[in-house]
């Protein structure tokens, strides 16, 4: 299945889709994402995020560890 950034736009919530091989770089997002970090545009938001979910939670709020299977 295919979809462009558009169909995240639809989903009632904040969006953020990202990789789960350790490294979590985020590959998709939608605007409720932007609005939630507080990021006027989608540099901002990467500036923030350095492109990976890691660097949005900080270490001792992370309730849910990934692993590799």
Same mark, same amino acid.
């Given at each position: 299945?295919? %979809?462009? !950034? $558009? %169909?995240?736009?639809? #989903?009632?919530?904040?969006? %953020?889709?990202?990789?789960?091989?350790?490294?979590?770089?985020? /590959? @998709?997002?939608?605007?409720?994402?932007? !609005? /939630?970090?507080?990021?006027?545009?989608?540099?901002?938001?990467?500036?923030? $995020?350095?492109? $990976?979910? /890691?660097?949005?939670?900080? #270490?001792?709020? /992370?309730? #849910?560890? #990934?692993? @590799?299977?």
């Amino acid at each position: 299945m295919t %979809c462009d !950034d $558009s %169909c995240y736009e639809e #989903v009632a919530g904040a969006v %953020c889709l990202m990789r789960a091989d350790g490294s979590e770089h985020i /590959l @998709q997002y939608n605007s409720m994402a932007l !609005d /939630l970090f507080q990021c006027e545009t989608r540099e901002d938001f990467s500036h923030l $995020s350095a492109d $990976s979910f /890691l660097a949005l939670a900080p #270490v001792e709020r /992370l309730t #849910v560890r #990934v692993e @590799q299977v």
